[in-house]
């Protein structure tokens, strides 16, 4: 009698976690059609409860049900034919906008990388200026489908922000700039005032690297980059603290010129930046991953976008599979929702990691570091495509 209504339940759950599974297709219609269905117990897709019917029905009645992997952001953003990246309009070296309405940096060609893989074309982006503070309202809202921001992944914002971040694109940490010849390192400046931006890490990271050498200091937080300079050229500021890419970026056009400041040799934090985007939407959240992986694939296999037409032809298999080259017939479906030549168009159409990095970081004296790939020291690895 127990075992029959054990059986009982097992089918009820069965049927609701088709029922919900159906739901769940049925606002991700196009990802369904696009083959992109995954079997019970691999969804990590937004409804919680249609994740776990699913799994214990799979894990006890050994049947198959399908659910999608993902919130429809993926189909969305398809249908819609472009991609809302949050970035920022003037910060140099990661994006700034040219009088002529081009984005250009490092952050702006990742928005790129993301709309080539995912759409093709690497121009169908809508490159939404986003001030510091308002990074995550605006990925949490839906006002961006990604945030390329010069954004560090921190527990707290993986946990509390409701966002998910991705693989890392730039390994950076926290630096001090100050007037040249004022203080030569960061012990010296007791007692200083340290303008930093507001609703940074920075913020935080300032207070407790100055607690940990047992020095006082006052920080003072301003909305923008435009407001420190105003503040610093007005010396109410000692300091500018900020991510030591950021700080290149603005020792290279300082008013009067970059020997006017000087970056203090200590880096006191670190400060992965990389993109994220909303919770909930497994799907996405792959998609977008895997267009950055394939920018560092990419320089590891040596393609780089003048000589990728070449390497259609290549006999490397591993090759043939990442670039979507059909074999025997078929390319690699690996069934992330992207085209099968997305690796193909994300370096036809904006380049390798170590072209991006060459245009946009090179010219500011930075230099790969721990920005290299694995195989030359690095931390940047990408996982197989196969
Ligand atoms: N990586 C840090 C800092 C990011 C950040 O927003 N930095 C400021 C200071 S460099 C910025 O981008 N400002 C751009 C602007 O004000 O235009 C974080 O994620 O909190």
């Not at 088709?18 to 995954?38: M, Y």
């Not at 019917?53 to 398809?78: F, P, Y």
């Not at 025997?328 to 992330?336: H, K, N, V």
Request: aromatic residues 8%; proline residues 3%; hydrophobic residues 40%.
């Amino acid at each position: 009698m127990r075992k029959t209504s054990a059986l009982w339940a097992l089918l009820m759950a069965l049927v609701l976690a088709s029922a919900a599974c159906t739901s769940a297709t049925s606002d991700g219609e196009a990802a369904d059609s696009s083959g992109t269905t995954a079997d019970a117990g691999t969804d990590d897709g937004g409804d919680d409860a249609t994740d776990d019917g699913g799994d214990d029905a799979t894990d006890d009645g050994g049947e198959t049900v399908e659910l999608t992997q993902g919130g429809g952001l993926l189909a969305s953003v398809q249908a819609a034919g472009e991609l809302k990246c949050g970035t920022r309009d003037a910060l140099a070296g990661f994006a700034v906008l040219q009088g002529d309405g081009t984005h250009v940096g490092f952050d702006s060609d990742f928005c790129r990388v993301i709309a080539a893989a995912v759409l093709g074309d690497a121009e169908a982006v809508d490159h939404v200026d986003l001030e510091t503070a308002d990074r995550f309202t605006a990925l949490q809202s839906g006002v961006v489908d990604v945030l390329v921001r010069n954004t560090t992944w921190t527990a707290s914002r993986d946990g509390s922000e409701g966002a998910t971040f991705l693989q890392t694109n730039f390994y950076d940490g926290q630096g001090m700039l100050v007037n040249a010849g004022s203080y030569a390192n960061l012990g010296d400046m007791d007692g200083s005032v340290i303008c930093v931006a507001a609703g940074t890490t920075t913020e935080g990271n300032v207070a407790s690297e100055f607690e940990r050498l047992g020095m006082g200091v006052e920080v003072l937080s301003f909305e923008d980059n435009d407001l420190i300079q105003e503040a610093f050229t007005n010396d109410r500021c000692d300091g500018w603290s900020a991510d030591s890419s950021a700080l290149s970026g603005i020792r290279a056009n300082f008013p009067d010129g970059p020997d006017a400041v000087t970056i203090l040799p200590e880096v006191f934090s670190k400060e992965p930046l990389g993109p994220a985007v909303a919770d909930g939407d497994t799907q996405w959240a792959q998609a977008v991953e895997w267009a950055i992986f394939a920018t560092i694939q990419a320089e590891e296999f040596g393609i780089t976008q003048s000589n990728v037409d070449s390497f259609l032809t290549s006999d490397n298999p591993n090759i043939q599979k990442f670039l979507g080259v059909e074999i025997d017939g078929a390319s690699l479906d690996p069934g992330l929702g992207l085209p099968t030549d997305f690796a193909y168009q994300v370096i036809k159409q904006v380049g390798n990691y170590a072209e991006i990095f060459e245009r946009h970081l090179a010219p500011l004296g930075l230099s790969r570091g721990v920005n290299a790939l694995w195989s030359d020291g690095g931390l940047l690895y990408a996982p197989p495509y196969r």
